[in-house]
């Protein structure tokens, strides 16, 4: 899986949790502290995040952060 895969099917699980919990992204930017618009290029795999900023985002999700890593293909 290359990084373009990797921050695509990442941003899907956040979106995903986000979305379980019935958090807006606008909600859920300002619960984490973080613009709108960064939360949005993050749920569309338009850019990479950190290991630090996904074990941030696992936290406001009240996740674990293999939650939001993509799953391994057999």
Not at 12 to 17: C, D, G, I, L, Q
Not at 31 to 38: C, I, M, P
Request: hydrophobic share 35%; aromatic share 6%; glycine share 4%.
């Amino acid at each position: 899986m290359n990084n373009k895969e990797l921050a695509a099917q990442f941003g899907k699980n956040v979106r995903s949790k986000r979305e379980l919990q019935g958090i807006s992204q606008e909600k859920f930017a300002l619960l984490a502290n973080l613009d709108r618009s960064y939360v949005s290029r993050i749920e569309l795999g338009k850019i990479s995040v950190s290991l630090e900023k996904a074990y941030y985002l696992a936290d406001k999700l009240k996740c674990n952060i293999r939650d939001l890593l993509p799953k391994e293909k057999n």
